[in-house]
């Protein structure tokens, strides 16, 4: 599967933004699909993930009631809606997507094999 992810700018802090997950070539149906993203000398880290079949989700603690990932059916598409951003949100976000991920491994970037360009996210203060 190929993914294109779209979506990222620059906001103030604050404000919102959508992330947009498309695949090609195949459906997100027996896939996990998750969302990463990386700052300037740090690791890439996980963000948010959706398991397609059952509609699971897990989050990473410092977004969690901030960012709400979800699904399109018919698009083929996975979102992340950023709200409420900070400074620190700030990175290159990615998405990623792999199947047979069981739940407790969803946060671990390893068990994904298909991976998306990133897209920039600038949060200002």
């Known amino acids: 599967v190929q993914l294109q992810a779209s979506g990222g700018g620059l906001v103030q802090a604050g404000g919102s933004l959508r992330l947009s997950c498309a695949a090609s070539?195949?459906?997100?149906?027996?896939?996990?699909v998750g969302w990463f993203r990386q700052a300037p000398g740090k690791e890439r880290e996980f963000v948010a993930a959706?398991?397609?079949?059952?509609?699971?989700?897990a989050y990473a603690g410092s977004v969690k009631g901030r960012f709400t990932i979800s699904r399109d059916n018919v698009k083929n598409t996975v979102y992340l809606q950023m709200n409420s951003l900070k400074p620190e949100d700030t990175a290159v976000y990615y998405c990623?997507?792999?199947?047979?991920?069981?739940?407790?491994?969803?946060?671990?970037?390893?068990?994904?094999?298909?991976w998306g360009q990133g897209t920039q996210v600038t949060v200002s203060s």
């Open positions: 990623a997507a792999s199947q047979g991920i069981i739940i407790s491994n969803m946060k671990n970037p390893t068990a994904y094999h298909n």
């Open positions: 959706i398991r397609w079949s059952d509609r699971a989700t």
């Open positions: 070539g195949r459906t997100f149906r027996t896939y996990t």
